[in-house]
């Protein structure tokens, strides 16, 4: 790869067009056409936003000290230092995005940290994949009351990929699904972003349950669009 010194702000192809509520992704690859590919992916995934697009540990250095990003892509060899090292030393959540498939070079990347590991080339549903596994591991971790060991298991399930969440002993999915339910009526959005679980599975554990009359559901009309079901814990149903 070649580096570029094209100021990290004339770099960002999609600069100026982030939500305030988006998370802040910095995206550090010397190979500019690379790091625009990757910021076209990133800014194509709801909920975030495209900081910066540098080539260089300096460069990233500067972009992390002007402001913090809430993730950092970041390519291993890099012009004046090394991606793995700029993410150990950084503290900021990260994915490695790279060529390099040794192992010693992947496991090095784990201890630092990182929440994934990429090898280039890769579909830009791979990416898309891991943002928003990464999104939904971060609304778990983001809490105001100390975790419990099934929040913590339940968060690095949806993170890692595990195809059935890790829960305390005797937990099931739709036990996930029920407890996010609460007292409350929501929609399988709602509760498939507080369980953890992707929207289709929401989905079809819900109506699981309503088929079993555990939950009861209703249509909401909006002023325009197919009608929303809404999902609520059915009167006097035993769990």
């Not at 298991?153 to 059935?164: N, P």
């Not at 739709?174 to 992707?198: F, H, I, K, N």
């Amino acid at each position: 790869m070649t580096s570029n010194s094209t100021p990290p702000e004339s770099r960002d192809p999609r600069r100026g067009t982030r939500s305030a509520r988006d998370m802040r992704v910095l995206v550090v690859d010397d190979d500019f056409r690379v790091a625009s590919i990757h910021a076209d992916i990133v800014s194509g995934v709801s909920g975030f936003g495209v900081q910066a697009t540098v080539g260089t540990c300096a460069e990233a250095r500067a972009a992390m000290a002007a402001q913090s990003p809430d993730l950092v892509l970041a390519d291993v060899y890099l012009p004046d230092g090394d991606g793995i090292e700029l993410v150990r030393s950084s503290g900021a959540d990260a994915f490695v995005l790279s060529a390099a498939v040794e192992s010693a070079t992947v496991r090095r990347a784990l201890t630092a940290g990182v929440h994934a590991y990429l090898v280039k080339p890769f579909t830009r549903q791979s990416l898309v994949d891991r943002l928003e596994r990464f999104s939904r591991y971060r609304k778990l971790m983001t809490t105001p009351h100390p975790l419990k060991q099934e929040e913590i298991d339940r968060a690095l399930s949806v993170m890692h990929g595990t195809s059935q969440p890790v829960t305390a002993a005797g937990s099931t999915t739709e036990d996930l699904v029920l407890d996010a339910l609460g007292t409350e009526e929501r929609s399988a959005a709602e509760v498939a972003e507080v369980a953890g679980v992707s929207r289709a599975t929401a989905q079809r554990r819900l109506s699981a349950l309503a088929g079993r009359g555990v939950v009861t559901v209703r249509l909401r009309y909006g002023s325009s669009g197919r009608p929303e079901h809404l999902y609520a814990r059915s009167s006097g149903a035993g769990w």
